[in-house]
């Protein structure tokens, strides 16, 4: 070999050295999630390490390094199991190093802890629905007593609980109460160690003694947001000093997570700052926790209204439900409702002028939808408006639980495209927030970034976007594709109105059978050759509005001075929509509205009414809001709501 190549060897040498031994590529040891055990043996997840080059099979190599001495059984495995737990009255750390090679290469250790929870005795766990659902939040249940010690608590009916959560009960419970605790997050771990979902506990009378101390010692013991308590909810529980416990509570949350108490009572005394109240006037002991049972029915509402113009509470708030995302303002006391004795299916306030709080709609995301991939067109990614709302907060992260970069700020929904967007796979949602601080938000979406072009390119150039339309509106579509294209849908709101075989790709939407909202179009094109490509667009439907403003007022009089209320009612129709009709909705003090009045559009002179509800009680306070529907029923604008 001629002298002139050695150099080139060498070089060639040292840069295979230099790649094969970089930190960069060295394996990577991942030695999984922290783990709590008590007496059964527990097995470890080294199973995400790898090695960047590909070019050997990993060895694993697993060690204790701190803690009371543990038996490892196949250690040179992915997944070594490790036994040997024993518990004692605290609570014990133990550490293990995972480090892997391959190819005569060893990266940097990972580590992992193993916590050993204390001496709990005998496991009371009853998990009443199996088996885990590691998709679904799970709810820890606690029955009454004698004021320290009782047994478990199972919702017989309706069967909707146990399909929306994992139920868990105990057997009977007893001071210390952090036993309970201790056995549930052992158990969570074992079933579910990359844990995502919330954490409710329900406490009925003495049952409301374990249900928020667990929470406390859960957060503050163990601060793990995968089994953090994110909800305390109580039925008449008297026993301890509760408006302690829930102001600790709140003054914990794990993660960020929301965490947060509502308290049903039978009698005021058991009011708790911090929390939302419901109270049920001459209700009995047990009428609290079987409302809040039948609650996940929503046959149980008035019109199966369940988020009842803002003034909620059961299943609707619970972590089965819509606005399981929610988080209370708890720096005041804002939200306080009670149910009608003469009609127990109602919530109403308990007193406006003092709790005038409306809890605000649970998020409804338009626009990308979960796991879609995204091209250098962007995205567009917006919500329904929510009720009571007045900020909507777009956010980015880099997954679920770390929702942290704020894209917008702004008084209505988001109405732009995004077309940068921070990681390959970016999850999106927004977050609503009401004048008093109560936010909730969406579950978030994934959506994925390609450097491709996705073929067959598409846009619509009709209606603009972020336009306000009204009446027939033409929806076109701009299609370029190297094959031939088979189909076009179009699409609002996800629900398709028109399908187009051929150029040029248009429809006409009817938006009068549409409420003044923003809407999303989506028009899909497909070829023959099996791709496809979606476009959107957002628009505001505004073919009518409507406009209240409630006064009270007291009728002049010798004797009897009669309250009443004076409505002033406006409208602007620029949809040109004919024989519209205006009801008249009353709720009194904040309960589902029933209509009072109708009025024709030929009634109102100047584009205004006024309208006069006589007599009204005194003391009562009542909310008003005005709705126009077409000649079919169809509702095609609300008013605000007006509480006097």
Not at 27 to 41: D, F, N, Q
């Amino acid at each position: 070999m001629k002298k002139k190549y050695f150099p080139l060897i060498l070089l060639f040498i040292s840069a295979l050295f230099c790649l094969l031994y970089s930190d960069e590529t060295l394996p990577v040891a991942h030695a999984g999630l922290s783990r709590y055990a008590a007496g059964e043996p527990i097995v470890l997840d080294g199973s995400k390490s790898n090695d960047p080059t590909g070019i050997g099979d990993l060895i694993f190599l697993w060690s204790q390094v701190s803690g009371p001495a543990l038996f490892i059984e196949n250690g040179s495995s992915a997944t070594p199991t490790i036994s040997g737990f024993v518990q004692a009255s605290e609570v014990q750390e133990c550490v293990f190093k995972l480090i892997v090679s391959s190819a005569g290469r060893t990266g940097p250790a990972d580590y992992v802890n193993i916590f050993i929870v204390p001496d709990f005795g005998e496991d009371k766990l009853d998990h009443v629905n199996p088996p885990f659902d590691a998709d679904k939040p799970t709810i820890f249940s606690f029955g009454g007593g004698n004021c320290i010690s009782g047994g478990g608590m199972i919702f017989p009916e309706p069967k909707d609980w146990f399909y929306e959560a994992n139920f868990i009960t105990v057997n009977g419970y007893d001071v210390p109460y952090g036993r309970s605790g201790d056995m549930l997050i052992v158990y969570l771990s074992r079933m579910a160690p990359g844990y995502k979902q919330p954490i409710q506990t329900l406490g009925f009378s003495t049952g409301g003694n374990p249900a928020i101390i667990i929470a406390n010692y859960l957060n503050q013991t163990y601060k793990d947001p995968r089994y953090a308590v994110n909800r305390v909810s109580l039925f008449d529980a008297p026993c301890i000093d509760f408006p302690a416990q829930v102001a600790d509570f709140n003054a914990h949350p794990v993660g960020g997570e929301p965490a947060w108490v509502d308290n049903y009572m039978v009698f005021d005394d058991l009011f708790i700052p911090g929390a939302l109240n419901v109270i049920f006037p001459g209700g009995t002991h047990s009428t609290p926790v079987n409302w809040y049972t039948d609650s996940a029915s929503p046959g149980s509402f008035p019109d199966e209204d369940v988020f009842n113009n803002g003034v909620t509470a059961g299943a609707y708030l619970s972590v089965t439900g819509a606005a399981k995302n929610m988080q209370l303002a708890v720096a005041g006391t804002y939200y306080y409702f009670r149910r009608k004795v003469s009609s127990p299916d109602y919530l109403e306030f308990y007193d406006a002028s003092v709790y005038p709080g409306r809890l605000p709609e649970a998020v409804t995301l338009m626009g990308a939808e979960d796991q879609e991939w995204v091209d250098e067109t962007g995205a567009l990614l917006t919500c329904r408006k929510s009720a009571n709302a007045v900020g909507y907060r777009l956010l980015f992260g880099e997954d679920p639980g770390h929702m942290e970069q704020i894209v917008s700020d702004t008084p209505a929904p988001p109405m732009k495209i995004i077309k940068t967007l921070p990681h390959e796979k970016t999850y999106w949602t927004i977050k609503v927030r009401d004048r008093f601080g109560t936010t909730v938000f969406a579950d978030p979406r994934c959506i994925h970034t390609t450097a491709q072009k996705i073929s067959p390119s598409i846009s619509i150039t009709a209606p603009d976007f972020g336009a306000t339309v009204m009446g027939q509106v033409e929806i076109r579509a701009a299609i370029q594709d190297d094959s031939e294209i088979s189909r076009v849908n179009f699409y609002v709101d996800g629900s398709l109105i028109h399908q187009a075989d051929r150029a040029p790709y248009m429809c006409t939407w009817d938006t009068t059978s549409y409420l003044n909202d923003n809407h999303v179009l989506k028009v899909t094109a497909y070829d023959t050759g099996g791709s496809y490509k979606s476009a959107r667009h957002a628009v505001k439907v505004l073919n009518l509005s409507v406009t209240l403003s409630a006064s009270r007022g007291i009728e002049k009089g010798w004797i009897l001075r009669a309250h009443y209320a004076r409505l002033d009612i406006s409208f602007e129709n620029p949809g040109k929509i004919k024989d519209v009709k205006y009801i008249i909705y009353r709720g009194e003090n904040g309960r589902v509205f029933r209509p009072i009045g109708e009025i024709g559009d030929s009634q109102f002179g100047g584009g205004a009414y006024t309208y006069f509800d006589k007599p009204l009680e005194r003391d009562k306070p009542y909310s008003y809001q005005v709705t126009a529907v077409d000649t079919v029923g169809r509702v095609l604008a609300l008013s605000d709501i007006c509480d006097i």
